[in-house]
């Protein structure tokens, strides 16, 4: 036996071996196929069956009454029976009616029409003693099947020549390729439309024209396009609609059924025709096409004409009533450059909801997604989901991304706190299995199996629906174990996003009252710009900053090798956790008025079009950064405009038309701009005066030089700029310290004891520090003093891991002492 049945109708044939076995018969008549389907609860033939009174223990008494118990012997009752001759005609018009009726696999619901078929068997004579006309059990049988009337099938053994074979009416095409929402909607399978009532009312205006009454939902993705089309079924079924519209069938064209397997030319078309003529011969459906622009192309090969082609007369005389949607862009692309098309179509644009429609939107859906994930939703974690959404998923739209965060939220907290599977998630799963091992039995012709893996399924239902009571009692009750916090949704949005959005521990809190403090761990002086960032980030973390501007924007200005590019990754680290989360931007490579698009990305037709900006694209993916605009003198003027709106309005769009999010960055541009004028004033060095009135004087000499580069408009966008101080001898000393212990701590790594000695790093400091240059010499004369004396003495094995090593320093020289060992660490001396 192969796959032509479905798992009700297999089902069935075991059963019917089981009662013919129990009434001792030599064969599987057609009275105990009737039987077995009123037993087999799963099919549709027992619904119907239902309706009609009629259940097993009436036609179990019907055969005892007329057939009674047979004289099968005891080891023929594992044997397989056969079928009778009329039961076999049975089987065989079971699958003609359901290849009459499109059908892949052959149900109960064609076994039973089969039955219906014939009033001189047995099973109609059952039927009749129970007062069940046949004919009305079989049009409400293919009244299930959203069948009008089937022509009654001729003997297949009847001279066929000459007959025109009569097809079936109704849509059985249609329903072969799309989904009746309006059934879905009366089996509540539907979620919950709120609001939308104006949108769902243009929809049912147009729909009631004569001609052309064919409307076009068209909104960004997930603003509720389909919603609508499930709210107008779900007022169908209402009758919240004109009389002419209470009797409509709103169905879903399924586009990838309709081309699936049309290998052959002509056979989409022909496929296509059906469905139209099917819909204009009901005169009851309304067709739903989502995504619209797919019908352009769809089916069409060289020569041939496709879907859009064969659907515009249909559309224009307004014997197809079609309701499209999809997005603006591509509405645009597509539909209007065909115009002819476009033409048959009213448009309904449906726009974002705003956060009050979309939190009453999710308060409609709460139910639902309480039942799936047996977790309470209060309404403060709807109100936080729409609020965060807005906030941070900038680059999509409610209410579509406000549910993804409720729903996930939801499972996060199902699976965190309870664990992967559900009691009743493990029944199922036996479930699975036993039927599982009952269709290898059917396949081996084993039936005596078949009906004992049947018991256990049995069984395993009962108890399934046992506990699915238990849950739905609960649920009846609010009754929910678990609950969806704030914090729990703040959570999901930072995983979604990066950017961290729970609440701060305590750990956090310190650390920001400290901020200060953190960063001179790696910059050495210049308080007045520390003190800017510290202030910018704990006004972000307290949610007191301007939602719709950066976290802070910063213009670094001072002399070269005075800790500008060293802040902005010290901030990185601290603030956002690694130095990878600083986005740095060397502005001299954007010389040119042309290499702006590098930024924002190459427009269309362009060589690195499809790659997107060398920045956008970064805080695209990383939207919680710092963004380090480095040296940004040497940059084009006109790079400076791109950046007007980002400081004013926090984004930035680029070549795609995307908005880009800079709300959640810190953006920081160094700058060396005033050092040609000051290389001619003594005022960086050892021999400098390190006092306000010397700092001032730069700071003027350096703003003056500002004013002359940045247009106005720029340097007012700014939150501060920052002039950096020159270094001391004391601060040159401390950074020394800093650079020598990582230094040294690479070198004890290796197992060797190490410590460094004031004077050494006054030579490092003295031998690394040049006016001209600042600080940034002093690591290469780390190298060339200690790492280079150092290596020596190791290659010439002069120092052992028992030996203490000391970097000291004599008339100017590095130094280096090799002692046996009395301490164990590597230090660098205070």
Known sequence: MDNQYTPSAKNVLVVAQEQAKYFKHQAVGTEHLLLALAIEKEGIASKVMQEFDVNDDDIRSQIEQFTGYGTLSRNAKSAYLPYSPKAADIMRLSHENAKQLHQDQTGTEHLLLALLSDETIFSSRILANLNVNPSEMRRATLRKLGVKEVAKKRDPRRNRRGQQAQEAEGTPTLDMLARDLTQLARDDKMDPVVGREDEVKRVIQILSRRTKNNPVLIGEPGVGKTAIAEGL?????????????THKRLMMLDMGSLVAGTKYRGEFEDRLKKVIDEIQRDGQVILFIDELHTLIGAGGAEGAIDASNILKPALARGELQTIGATTLDEYQKYIEADAALERRFAQVSVEEPTQSDAIAILKGLKPRYEQHHQVAIPDEAIVEAVKLSVRYVTDRFLPDKAIDIMDEAAAKVRIDRVGHETPVAKQQEKLVALRRDKDEA?????????????????????????????????QANNHYDLTLSVHDIAQVVSEQTGVPLTQMEKSEQERLVNLEKVLHNRVIGQDEAVSAIARSIRRARSGLKDPQRPIGTFLFLGPTGTG???LAKALAEAVFGSEDNMIRVDMSEYRE????????????GYVGYEEGGQLTEKVRRHPYSVVLLDEAEKAHPDIYNLMLQVFDDGYMTDAKGRKIDFRNTII???SNLGATRLRDEKSVGFGAVDNSSNYDAMRDTIMK?????????????????????????????????????????????????IKMTPAAMDVVAKAGFDPEYGARPIRRALQSKVEDALSEELLQGNITINDQVTVGAKNGEITINVKPLKTDTATVAD
């Open 593 to 604: 008025a042309y290499s702006a698009s590098r930024l924002v990305g190459s427009a269309p």
């Open 564 to 566: 500008k590019t060293e």
């Open 668 to 670: 920081i541009m160094t």
């Open 233 to 245: 079924a779900q007022r169908i079924i209402a009758g919240d609609v004109p009389s002419d519209m």
């Open 442 to 474: 059917i396949e081996r012709l084993d039936f005596e199996l078949a009906a004992e893996y049947r018991k256990k399924e049995m069984r395993q239902k009962r108890h399934i629906d046992k506990l699915l009571d238990e849950q739905i009692a609960n």
């Open 705 to 753: 030089t500002v004013k002359e580069t940045f247009r106005p408009e720029f340097v007012n966008r700014l939150d501060e700029i920052v002039v950096f101080r020159s270094l001391n001898k004391d601060e040159l000393h401390q950074i020394v310290k800093l650079m020598a212990k990582s230094v040294l701590q690479r070198i004890s790594d290796q197992g060797f004891n």
